[in-house]
């Protein structure tokens, strides 16, 4: 927040890491001067830019997908499936009340409302601190490695924050969904999964399998797509920078999205922008603060 505010009141444009800000009134702040400064502002929501995303969107607006029924998906990691396993971002003065929302549910719940054209109205929440006491590196470690340390390397901390949560959801469309978020689940290095049922058929999408995208039908067979520049929309195939066969993953999601945002630098103006920006980066923290009230008081609550 402080970065990104003295940036922009330096005449920078800004591309910000999510979650914007630690709180509601901070990512406001930052909206209102990133607009009033005419500024290119942006939040690296950048799981948007797989092709097969894009693709499952494009294919949305198209009518393939039909009517949303339903929305399942989960964001599944292990790098903090030990107590010893430590990060400052388990730490609520540095990153804010949530830890397994905020950090990897605001990517799911963004490309969620992304790809389905849906607004999250309501939530249900159910948290679970797995490890209520973890063992707090005296040394540097760093982020996913699994490297183990002797015990006297280690202070005991009381943990505030969840490493579990699932989330029930009803969207604008009368229509219901329902996400799992784990940074302590065992052998999920980096699983986001997304699987959307329509009246039509359903899409389902991993990122560990970025380059395909399995299409379900009820009285045909199912298919798979694969990341083909060439059996996609332009708007799609545009994300994708070599030919079918060719894999491309997680540091490409970055570049392109960059490429956009250079664009519109270049052209000095947000106009047309499809990038996310400040505006994407506060729904997010809106939905993470409803996500929080709900846990705590273990009812429905509207966004």
Known sequence: YEMAKAALLAGKHVVCEKPLATTIAEGEELMKLANETGLVHAVHFNIRYYALVRQMKVMREKGELGEVYSIIGSYLQDWLFYPTDYN????????????????????????????????????????????????????????????????????????????????????????????????????????????????????VWNSESPNEMWIGHRDTANQILMRDPSLFDKESAALISFPGGHNEGFPD??????????????????????????EDGLRELILCERILESNEKEFWVKV
């Open 88 to 203: 400052w971002r388990l730490e609520p003065e540095l990153s804010g009340k949530s830890k397994a929302i905020a950090d990897i549910g605001s990517h799911l719940m963004d490309l969620l409302e992304y790809i389905s054209g849906l607004k999250i109205t309501e939530v249900m929440a159910d948290f679970k601190t797995i490890h209520p006491v973890r063992k707090k590196p005296l040394k540097p470690v760093e982020t996913f490695t699994g490297k183990m340390l002797q015990p006297e390397d280690y202070a005991e901390v009381m943990i505030s924050t969840e490493d579990y949560a699932t989330v029930m959801l009803r969207f604008d469309n009368g229509n219901k969904g329902v996400i799992t978020v784990s940074q302590v689940s065992a052998g999920r290095k980096n699983r986001l999964s997304l699987e959307i049922a329509g009246s039509k058929q359903t899409f």
């Open 253 to 278: 999601t970055s570049k392109q999205m960059f490429k956009e945002v250079y664009e519109h630098i270049r052209k000095g103006t947000m106009e047309g922008a499809k990038f996310p920006t400040f």
